[in-house]
Structure formats: C-alpha cells, structure tokens
C-alpha cells in the first residue's frame, strides 16, 4: 500500500513560538510532498509543493518566511510554523503521491495557538 | 490555487436513499478522484478515474469521469450512516491537483 504518517495529530502553542509537523511516507519514497490547510467546514487549500532536496514551490499569499519546509529524504518532509499566531490555528494536512496509488493524505494535524 | 465546484454543499437525506453529487470545472483535467473526509481525519480516497467517459465503482459507490474531462459525478446508493461526512473531488493535470469545495453528508437513520 501506500501509507502517510503525519505527526503531531494535534499541538497546542504559545503565541509567538514554532512548532514543526512531520509527515513521513511509510512504505514508498516521495519525491514529491504537498502540504496543505483546511478551514473548519472548508475545503482543502494548497499551501505549498514540498521537492526533496530542493526549495519548495509555494502557492500564491503563503508567507515562505512563515511556513517552513523542508525535504531533506525522500521519506520526509516537514512543516514549520513560525512565530505562530492565532490567526494560523488550522488543520494542516500532507500528502504523498506514489504510482499507481495516487495521491495518499497523512491524518492531519491539529494546531491551536493560544 | 483553484477550486473545483462542488454541489450541493450538504444533504440531509434518509437511510437507504441513494445520493448524488458532482464536480465541474473550467478546466480540463487528466484524472478526477474521490475523496471522503472523517472529522479531524484526512483524506480517504474513494475512487479514481483515469479516462474519459471512464464508469468506476467501489462497492455501494459509483463515479463517472466526465465525457468533457470537465467534470465527474459520485453516487451512493443504498446510504448507510457511515456514510456520513465531507466528499470532496479531486482533479489532477500533471502534478497540478486541485480539490472541490466539498459535500457534506448527513444521513439520518
């Protein structure tokens, strides 16, 4: 199969602090990782395109300096929110695609920033 | 990014009624997938429609790639209350993939 791990699957933080989420391919390599955020009751909205060993591509109005991202395998990639805020409490949701399995979601995670 | 429409954007419907939802967009797409999405779960791919015109089931669920590669249709057919949650379609052209606003299930036993 194809299988995405997506951790924390949910975190509480400081306003002002960072926090990184990770989303892991299981049993595939991903060269490719999409990140995404999702509004209660909304859709699903790219953030960002996540390449191993090379800069991410990030959709238009998402803050780079913001949202970090980093590809450094081709298991992983991670996601870091910085100096968050409320207003960046979301669902962040990665996901992987692998041939012949098409795109595979991690479970999500869960930020509130207090 | 774009969005596909989606509709409706929710029903309310009985245990046992079939469903129907669809997907359409301005632009062409090379696969169409569905989705269903638990609360505070991700994604779950349904079905996946690779070509033109393509009938694809998955047991009770039922999906059409349109002839237009412009839009797709989801059925559901003898609703059950797992059945309950958000739909949502996908369409893929290249490594461009784009979700629909959504459909939101409730079935009521």
């Known amino acids: 199969g194809a299988v995405v791990s997506q951790h924390p699957s949910r975190v509480i933080c400081k306003s002002g602090t960072s926090v990184k989420i990770e989303c892991r391919s299981l049993d595939f390599q991903a060269t490719t990782m999409f990140w995404y955020r999702q509004f209660p009751k909304q859709s699903l909205m790219l953030m960002a395109t996540s390449n191993e060993g090379s800069k991410a591509t990030y959709e238009q109005g998402v803050e780079k300096d913001k949202f970090l991202i980093n590809h450094a395998s081709l298991t992983l990639s991670t996601l870091t929110v910085t100096s968050a805020h409320p207003e960046d409490s979301s669902f962040y949701i990665c996901?992987?695609?692998?041939?012949?399995?098409?795109?595979?979601f991690g479970s999500g995670t869960r930020l509130t920033v207090v | 990014g774009q969005q596909l429409n989606q509709s409706p954007q929710s029903m309310f419907i009985q245990e046992g009624e079939d469903v129907s939802m669809n997907c359409t967009s301005s632009s062409i797409f090379n696969t169409w997938l569905w989705y269903k999405q638990d609360p505070g779960e991700g994604p779950v791919l349904l079905i996946a429609?690779?070509?033109?015109?393509e009938l694809t089931s998955n047991g009770r669920l039922t999906a059409q790639f349109g002839i237009t590669r412009k839009d797709s249709f989801l059925n559901i057919s003898a609703s059950i209350p797992s059945d309950v949650g958000i739909y949502f379609c996908?369409?893929?052209?290249?490594?461009?993939?784009?979700f629909g606003t959504g459909t939101s299930l409730t079935v009521i036993p």
């Open positions: 429609l690779y070509k033109a015109g």
């Open positions: 996908a369409g893929q052209l290249g490594n461009q993939f784009y």
């Open positions: 996901s992987a695609s692998r041939t012949g399995y098409g795109y595979t």
